[in-house]
């Protein structure tokens, strides 16, 4: 009995991609013969993918803005914070990418902190929902356009914060 319903499952899988189809719907047999592994391989897998898929989409609506939880209260936003020495106003990909993340960010209404070096502390404001924290920082052994945070400018000595 189930191996039938589950032949019965992968014709019509089958004949729904226009393959094991006869009349004037029908094409070559021994093209739709060639296109047999496929399919097997697609059917096996369309169950595990629509799982998958069905979870996907129950974890990730979880983070959208306005859920409401099953308790009744609304979900507070996501908000990311995002620490990088790799940055200089005008670098290419790094500072490409946090700010394609950043107009994400403000397009989705999500709250989007980048804490990054700088020549002295600042705030830059992007959009309604980004913000970049510039720390002053000295210039890099490696290359004097980017400028790096040592951890000894917060934690050691004169620094200008202290662990409590």
Known sequence: MVTSAVSALFNWYAMRRGALLVGGEGGDFSKDLARVP?????????????????????FW????VGFIQPS?????PLKTLHLTNSWH????????????LLDEAN??????????????????KIGTQGKIYYLQSSHSKFNPAYRTI???????????????
């Open 150 to 164: 040592y951890p000894s400018q917060f934690f050691f000595g004169g620094a200008r914060c202290r662990p409590s």
């Open 38 to 58: 496929r399919l097997v391989v697609g059917f096996v897998i369309l169950l595990p993918r629509w799982l998958l898929d069905r979870a996907e989409k129950r």
């Open 72 to 76: 009744g209260r609304q979900a507070v």
């Open 107 to 124: 397009r989705r209404g999500r709250r989007m902190r980048l804490v990054a070096p700088g020549p002295e502390d600042r705030v830059e």
């Open 89 to 100: 106003e005008t670098s290419g990909g790094i500072a490409t990418f946090y700010r394609a």
């Open 61 to 64: 609506s979880r983070f959208s």
